[in-house]
């Protein structure tokens, strides 16, 4: 979902650019976060923007007591599920974040994260199975899916199809999570790489992705964007 959803605001910014248009970034690494609140504020910037421009502020934002507070934040959470779409797990998911959000803001547990390597660990671990939800047709397949990710449904942890997939699929994960990285900054901020060579390297290494992405593409089926059903 990052990639596909990430991919095309890029596209969209870059397209917004060629005609003099200027369009915010949509996603910094959000999954370098160490909370949940840090992930969504790096990750659908917009989004994020609109509802607390038009929304939460509107309801009084944070300067309220704490049990209006709370229900500022809950409504906001679960009107940006609903906003994904009309079903029970689209209210799930946004009301699960909603509830992580409020812990984490109550109980000063985003702030202990975010300074403790453990807080990388509880903040994918949440992501991850809330998202769940947002993956999910409908509730019974989510059961489903909780059920084999958590070990309930008899389904062992590896098979031969596990090892098919990883060798099929394994450089791809392994790019994804390169990829997902701020290795750029890293490159120019703790390895003191010169500025104008990342430059230049880097964009023959986006002619490189160009190429193989189309070569997939032409020998590929249609696959429309994730994020367009929502």
Known sequence: MYFDFSGYSDMAIGLGRMFGFHFLENFTYPFICKSV??????????????????LYIPLGGSRVKTPRLVFNMMVVWTLTGLWHGAAWTYFLWGFGFGVFLVIERLTGMGKWMS???????????????ITVMIRSDNLHVARIFYGSMFGMNGAPLWNPLTTA?????????AAGVLFSLPVPEFLRD??????????????????VLTFISITYIA???????????F
């Open 165 to 173: 997939f990883v060798r099929e699929y394994g450089p791809f994960l």
């Open 115 to 129: 300074g403790h390597r453990i807080g990388h660990f509880y903040a994918m671990f949440v992501v991850v199975t």
């Open 190 to 207: 703790r390895l003191h790489w010169n500025v104008n060579f990342m430059k230049v390297a880097g964009s023959a290494c986006l002619l």
């Open 37 to 54: 609140g840090e992930f969504w504020k790096r990750w659908h910037i917009s989004l994020g923007s609109w509802f607390t421009d038009y």
């Open 219 to 229: 020998v590929g089926s249609y696959n429309p964007f994730i994020y367009f059903n």
